[in-house]
């Protein structure tokens, strides 16, 4: 849920499948180094996306939203040796950072690490991917949605973090444009008839939707 004690966490961790040493150190690094840890995935969320890459047998990825490449190297786990994906990020300050750690991992063959504006980079690939994984800028949320529909494949999924924002989409008081973001996405995902979705309270919330055969 949303808010676990400290207890309840720790019991969830102990009962999870195990964080695999090369995220560790990436998790350690991230919290001693980089600004804003909070946007870290952590290995509750790690390992889910990569079950839903293995469950699905996923092939094809596309991640909006690299941040230091821990979700990325989670689904990339999930995949087989033929596996690609694709992460963006606009932020280059920390882009040797990622780099390192998407080496370290092993599976720097199979991750395409793009720097720059998704919203320009995605026209551009020529995918069809199986799971695209939308943790980017929350308020072009809808316009990343729009761009990626049309390349995954049908069946395949979306998922999208940080949809109940900290609990802020309940607040009557909606006036930043983050949270604006992220109701309009949800609004508009609730409301498209060519999906099937369901919202987790994972973390700061999943939403799950998968795009109908």
């Known amino acids: 849920m949303l808010d676990l004690d400290a207890e309840l966490e720790e019991y969830i961790g102990l009962h999870s499948e195990p964080e695999p040493e090369i995220l560790q150190q990436l998790s350690r690094a991230t919290h001693q180094k980089i600004l804003r840890p909070r946007m870290l995935s952590g290995n509750l969320q790690g390992q889910f996306l990569k079950m839903l890459c293995r469950m699905n047998r996923v092939q094809r990825v596309l991640e909006i939203g690299t941040f230091t490449g821990y979700a990325a190297i989670s689904m990339a786990m999930g995949m087989g040796e033929k596996g690609v994906l694709h992460t963006i990020d606009i932020n280059d300050e920390i882009e040797d950072f990622t780099r390192n750690y998407i080496e370290r991992s092993g599976l720097a063959g199979q991750i395409v690490f793009h720097i720059g504006d998704a919203c320009e980079i995605i026209p551009g690939l020529d995918e069809c991917f199986d799971l695209v994984f939308i943790d980017a800028d929350k308020r072009q949320y809808t316009a990343y949605y729009r761009l990626v529909f049309d390349k995954v494949r049908p069946g395949g999924i979306i998922v999208a973090d940080d949809v109940l924002w900290d ?47």
């Not at 949270?179 to 979705?197: H, S």
């Open 167 to 213: 609990g802020k989409v309940t607040e009557k008081d909606t006036r930043d444009a983050q949270t604006r973001g992220i109701l309009e996405f949800n609004e508009l995902v609730q409301a498209d008839t060519r999906v099937e979705n369901l919202l987790l309270p994972v973390r700061h919330g999943l939403m799950l939707i998968r795009k109908k055969d």
